[in-house]
């Protein structure tokens, strides 16, 4: 109301404003007013949009966490809370101010620049601002750039698509270099863990198409302390901390299993956080200690030359004494004691993270709780403090190592059994045959506690899991008899112990292993890491030694992330069989066609070894117009480089030469589609931000730039193609597939980390204080809380400031020159040798499924060197007339992913979802579907049903999916699956039962006499306010309506989005 109040009576509140409240309708709000309720006041009011902002005190100091010197001084910082999408006539801009007493209270913004002033250094010129993110833009003309009122319109169509932020950039100057000195020393003491379960049955309806089957109730924890090479074993014993494996299983009577973990590893790490504090024992140096360290001139960590101002020190371990290395001062200083133990569990956080999270606040423990979160259900890790300085980190060893624990200690496997120390710590020699390989269990038969009581083995049959359909093998139950005799288990929880004593062994030697080879390559400890990406990324920074710019202009931000485009899916041609003297029903009248699937190798290493951005980052000075055409003289390796933003067509008579694949991927909603969607089509696009390569490569086969608006150069080189080559060679020399696979992760990893969204940071916080949380509660930003029980809850905060400190600039290049080589491959190696007689069907990122007209492939390549010098053959058999070694795993060239074998058929029905058939072995893709559906449920004949199904058959999805969203085709299709999946596991129990080892008839034939129907039960296990379940949905799996491209009436046949027919 003090909108319409006179400017010198606003001071005064009474009937100058009382007189004013016939303008609106505040029958929506209630009083005090929340946050949450200016939506229904806009929608109470369809002229009137409102704007919110906060203000709180904030530190002002350089925000780069890797600055030395930091000076900090006190602020007001104004964010938003609510943002209208559009400014309506009747538009306010309120400012919420809390009270010493926790109440809120509502101010009308006479003058926006004023708020936001204080936050921007001086200008001798007006300002204008974003409302959104608080940018600023003078009003001071300038020749080839916009500005004012014309600039904060450019920038709101950048601005705009994001959620209301305050940006924090780093300083001019600042950079991102390796400092993590103190992450080079292995950390003295980690805790392994594990937990098990009773699945406990239940029937619980959760929706329409999910039902829970079984809950998840902790029946049995497992941890085992690791210390490193060096500590004094008498240590264990002085401290009383366990150095066997600590088993514990409840019972019915004493169930809070998870608990008692929770108190057993804080007991732990007490024990441990004494042992660090106490325990100081001085340098021993021996002579030969002393000959090294006086004969060192620089510092082991920086390099760095020892100086009187910087000195040189002998740095030991504290716990034994040991000298260790010798480092300068600064270094030393670096080098502290450990504030945290770290402990590990497979699969944490999809599992059990769960139990462990609801039990951390016991009664009047309100220590704090710290999380890194991706959702309100999911933590990459959890931190519980035992006092203020010192903590219990739990972290996922998945994050670390993507794969099953199986497959890992499979990995690991050695003859002599040297890679396994903790499990031969425990077990004698001759036991190591049995204990070092993942054992199986009968989870789902173990559905109380009365069933660990079971004193003989359970038969074969009670082994199946309905989660994925499958059975033990007869080799694998005959080893669980084997162990079940060997060591006298009495009882299934006896098995159940020894289980799990197992699995924490086999965990903890997997992961010291890994820690092995990080040590060993880069001196780098990943147990001081939450994830993969993270650590590798500080070995390039390390390796490397490079200063990466960090952007301080939140315009050159907004600017790269309007142009961050990931990689390319479509089905271009969502059907095709090969025909050739390979394939049945060979016809000779026909021309010989071949389905030929290619893969690149290493495509994001491949960019990451070409020019990357480093350093200054500035826009063009002059005409852009002018930068366009300096474009054609532009290589590869100038040491300057540019990123473009200009407004480009694609003339008509190339949209049919180009159909398959058009130039230049933007994301953007499909009509009658409300998701986002990366596309290629022929529409015009403007204010297209793109690597200089990419726009010279479409410019050359004749995309037409209309206009050019904006031109961000920079400083470029191959900084980091030493680190993705130095991994590959390793790779190559690797002696075991562990091994192989790390150096491969390491490459792959440290590309996610140059894509992280700061953004997505999860405002999330586990809370046992209720001091604490009324504090959480009354904050503006508050968004909701979520109870657990009566001493825990999880307070969710709308994200207010942003953090732009990572160099994104990395990413977006690597993902702009790996789309350089797609499209230089397709185009100027396939189609300009083949023409008209290849056709693109499919493509995934960095593959690439043809249908090649010629009579041999393969006699292609031995006769065309232009093309074979882009393939690498070495995963074709060796009598293979196209095998050749010279080109293994060389990054950006193409490998057959079918190897020699011989592809018959192809079916897409959408971008992920598609079948091929390789010599009467069928291979499918769907994205989301577990992987046993996939095997038992889905066949290349359904795929082509759903297709080529016409509208009106019974439960068949059309274009538009009518079909699908019917309540009858609904009906139908779920009874018609149901029916097939019960009919599965009737079979699996009878042929268990009878005969163990017969194998399985293929569960698909269950589908043949029932009606289509594109649902499949999906069976997966989830959490609900991290309560494990494990549920039973039905899931459409087989859908054919794909808006990505324009589908012809044929099904087959598609064009790309602006085709000139489809207009």
């Known amino acids: 109301l003090a909108k319409h109040v006179a400017h010198d009576n606003r001071a005064v509140v009474g009937a100058n404003y009382t007189r004013e409240e016939h303008r609106y309708d505040f029958s929506a709000l209630s009083t005090p007013t929340p946050v949450s309720e200016i939506k229904l006041f806009e929608k109470s009011n369809p002229g009137t949009s409102v704007n919110l902002y906060g203000v709180r005190n904030s530190e002002k100091h350089n925000n780069n966490k890797n600055k030395k010197n930091k000076k900090s001084s006190t602020q007001s910082v104004a964010y938003p809370l609510h943002i209208a999408d559009e400014e309506k006539p009747d538009h306010f801009d309120l400012l919420l101010i809390t009270g010493k007493d926790g109440d809120n209270h509502y101010a009308f913004i006479s003058n926006f620049s004023r708020l936001a002033s204080p936050q921007k250094n001086n200008h001798q010129h007006r300002l204008f601002y974003c409302k959104r993110c608080f940018a600023s833009f003078e009003d001071r003309p300038l020749k080839y750039k916009l500005h004012g009122k014309r600039a904060l319109a450019q920038h709101r169509l950048l601005c705009g698509v994001h959620k209301p932020i305050v940006p924090l950039m780093p300083k001019e100057g600042d950079t991102l270099e390796f400092e993590a000195w103190c992450k080079t020393e292995r950390l003295p003491f980690v805790v392994y863990a594990d937990f098990e379960a009773l699945l406990l049955k239940t029937d619980r309806k959760q929706g329409v198409n999910t039902t829970a089957i079984h809950t998840h109730h902790p029946m049995s924890y497992g941890y085992h302390v690791v210390a490193a090479e060096g500590v004094p074993i008498e240590l264990f014993d002085q401290f009383d901390i366990p150095r066997a494996p600590v088993i514990f299983r409840g019972s019915a009577t004493e169930d809070d299993v998870a608990k008692r973990f929770v108190r057993d590893v804080l007991n732990v790490a007490d024990k441990i956080a004494r042992l660090y504090k106490e325990v100081n024992v001085p340098i021993i140096m021996g002579v030969e200690d002393c000959r090294v360290h006086d004969g060192k001139i620089t510092c082991d960590l920086c390099s760095c030359a020892f100086s009187e101002r910087n000195c040189k020190t002998a740095h030991h371990d504290h716990l034994s004494g040991r000298f260790l290395k010798t480092l300068c001062n600064t270094c030393n200083l670096k080098l502290k004691t450990p504030k945290f133990v770290p402990c590990f569990l497979h699969n944490l956080s999809n599992y059990d993270a769960h139990f462990i999270v609801t039990n951390l606040a016991d009664d009047g423990d309100t220590n704090r709780i710290s999380v890194i979160a991706n959702t309100e259900e999911k933590y990459i890790s959890f931190s519980k403090y035992i006092n203020n300085t010192f903590s219990v980190r739990f972290v996922d060893t998945c994050r670390f190592m993507a794969s099953s624990l199986a497959h890992l200690a499979e990995n690991l496997s050695s003859a002599n059994f040297d890679k396994f120390r903790e499990v031969a710590r425990v077990f004698a020699s001759s036991e190591m045959q049995l204990v070092t390989r993942k054992g199986v269990y009968p989870y789902e038969y173990t559905d109380s506690w009365d069933k660990l009581c079971v004193t003989s083995l359970p038969d074969k049959f009670q082994f199946y899991s309905a989660l994925t359909e499958t059975h033990v093998s007869d080799e694998d139950y005959e080893h669980a008899a084997r162990v079940w005799n060997h060591f006298g288990c009495t009882s299934l929880g006896a098995y159940s112990d020894l289980y799990l004593k197992i699995d924490v062994l086999l965990s903890a030697d997997v992961f010291e292993n890994f820690r092995d080879i990080c040590m060993t390559t880069y001196h780098l400890d990943p147990a001081q890491y939450y994830t993969l990406p993270g650590f590798s990324f500080d070995c390039m920074l390390k390796f490397t030694k490079v200063q990466l710019e960090l952007l301080t202009d939140f315009e050159k931000v907004l600017f790269l992330e309007s142009g961050t485009r990931g990689g390319l899916v479509q089905a271009s041609k969502r059907h095709a069989r090969a025909n050739n003297l390979e394939t049945p029903g060979y016809n000779a009248d026909e021309p010989k066609t071949s389905l030929i699937y290619l893969d690149a190798n290493n495509l994001y290493g491949f960019g990451m070894c070409k020019y990357m951005?480093?350093?200054?980052?500035?826009?063009?000075?002059?005409?852009?117009?002018?930068?366009?055409?300096?474009?054609?003289?532009?290589?590869?390796?100038?040491?300057?480089?540019?990123?473009?933003?200009?407004?480009?067509?694609?003339?008509?008579?190339?949209?049919?030469?180009?159909?398959?694949?058009?130039?230049?991927?933007?994301?953007?909603?499909?009509?009658?589609?409300?998701?986002?969607?990366?596309?290629?089509?022929?529409?015009?696009?403007?204010?297209?931000?793109?690597?200089?390569?990419?726009?010279?490569?479409?410019?050359?086969?004749?995309?037409?730039?209309?206009?050019?608006?904006?031109?961000?150069?920079?400083?470029?080189?191959?900084?980091?193609?030493?680190?993705?080559?130095?991994?590959?060679?390793?790779?190559?020399?690797?002696?075991?597939?562990?091994?192989?696979?790390?150096?491969?992760?390491?490459?792959?990893?440290?590309?996610?980390?140059?894509?992280?969204?700061?953004?997505?940071?999860?405002?999330?916080?586990?809370?046992?204080?209720?001091?604490?949380?009324?504090?959480?509660?009354?904050?503006?930003?508050?968004?909701?809380?979520?109870?657990?029980?009566?001493?825990?809850?999880?307070?969710?905060?709308?994200?207010?400031?942003?953090?732009?400190?990572?160099?994104?600039?990395?990413?977006?290049?690597?993902?702009?020159?790996?789309?350089?080589?797609?499209?230089?491959?397709?185009?100027?190696?396939?189609?300009?040798?083949?023409?008209?007689?290849?056709?693109?069907?499919?493509?995934?990122?960095?593959?690439?499924?043809?249908?090649?007209?010629?009579?041999?492939?393969?006699?292609?390549?031995?006769?065309?060197?232009?093309?074979?010098?882009?393939?690498?053959?070495?995963?074709?058999?060796?009598?293979?007339?196209?095998?050749?070694?010279?080109?293994?795993?060389?990054?950006?060239?193409?490998?057959?992913?079918?190897?020699?074998?011989?592809?018959?058929?192809?079916?897409?029905?959408?971008?992920?979802?598609?079948?091929?058939?390789?010599?009467?072995?069928?291979?499918?893709?769907?994205?989301?579907?577990?992987?046993?559906?996939?095997?038992?449920?889905?066949?290349?004949?359904?795929?082509?049903?759903?297709?080529?199904?016409?509208?009106?058959?019974?439960?068949?999805?059309?274009?538009?999916?009518?079909?699908?969203?019917?309540?009858?085709?609904?009906?139908?299709?779920?009874?018609?699956?149901?029916?097939?999946?019960?009919?599965?596991?009737?079979?699996?129990?009878?042929?268990?039962?009878?005969?163990?080892?017969?194998?399985?008839?293929?569960?698909?034939?269950?589908?043949?006499?029932?009606?289509?129907?594109?649902?499949?039960?999906?069976?997966?296990?989830?959490?609900?306010?991290?309560?494990?379940?494990?549920?039973?949905?039905?899931?459409?799996?087989?859908?054919?309506?794909?808006?990505?491209?324009?589908?012809l009436p044929d099904n087959i046949a598609t064009l790309a989005h602006g085709h000139y027919l489809a207009n």
Not at 874 to 882: E, T
Not at 920 to 948: P, S, W, Y
Not at 961 to 980: N, P, Q, R, V
């Open 613 to 1047: 951005p480093i350093s200054d980052f500035s826009w063009y000075p002059g005409n852009p117009e002018v930068a366009l055409d300096q474009l054609q003289w532009m290589r590869e390796t100038d040491d300057i480089g540019r990123f473009y933003e200009v407004d480009i067509s694609y003339p008509q008579h190339l949209h049919d030469a180009h159909n398959d694949m058009p130039f230049l991927p933007h994301a953007s909603i499909p009509r009658g589609s409300t998701v986002r969607k990366l596309m290629v089509t022929f529409l015009r696009k403007e204010h297209y931000v793109v690597h200089y390569m990419n726009l010279q490569q479409a410019m050359a086969h004749g995309v037409v730039v209309e206009k050019t608006h904006r031109v961000l150069e920079f400083r470029q080189s191959p900084w980091l193609a030493p680190y993705i080559n130095l991994n590959t060679e390793l790779r190559k020399r690797a002696t075991n597939k562990f091994e192989e696979k790390f150096f491969k992760d390491l490459n792959n990893s440290v590309f996610g980390k140059t894509m992280e969204n700061m953004r997505r940071r999860f405002d999330l916080e586990l809370v046992s204080c209720p001091r604490r949380m009324r504090k959480l509660i009354n904050r503006p930003t508050f968004k909701y809380c979520t109870t657990y029980n009566e001493n825990l809850s999880v307070v969710t905060q709308h994200g207010k400031e942003v953090d732009f400190c990572k160099p994104i600039y990395i990413g977006f290049t690597v993902l702009e020159l790996s789309k350089v080589l797609m499209y230089g491959f397709h185009y100027d190696v396939m189609k300009r040798h083949y023409g008209d007689r290849i056709e693109l069907l499919y493509t995934d990122t960095d593959s690439l499924f043809y249908r090649v007209t010629t009579n041999d492939f393969y006699d292609d390549l031995i006769t065309n060197p232009n093309l074979m010098r882009f393939m690498d053959t070495s995963n074709l058999p060796g009598d293979h007339k196209c095998y050749t070694a010279v080109r293994k795993r060389v990054p950006g060239l193409f490998k057959f992913e079918c190897g020699s074998s011989t592809v018959y058929e192809f079916v897409a029905l959408r971008a992920k979802s598609y079948a091929y058939d390789v010599e009467q072995d069928v291979c499918i893709r769907a994205k989301g579907v577990m992987r046993h559906v996939i095997r038992n449920h889905l066949t290349l004949a359904e795929h082509k049903r759903c297709l080529f199904a016409d509208a009106g058959d019974e439960a068949g999805p059309d274009e538009s999916d009518d079909e699908l969203d019917s309540d009858t085709g609904k009906m139908i299709a779920a009874e018609s699956a149901l029916k097939a999946v019960a009919q599965i596991h009737r079979i699996a129990s009878c042929t268990s039962a009878t005969s163990p080892s017969s194998p399985l008839a293929h569960p698909s034939l269950c589908y043949s006499n029932t009606p289509f129907t594109p649902y499949r039960e999906n069976v997966s296990i989830r959490s609900f306010k991290h309560e494990v379940r494990t549920i039973r949905t039905m899931k459409l799996v087989l859908n054919r309506a794909d808006d990505k491209r324009i589908v």
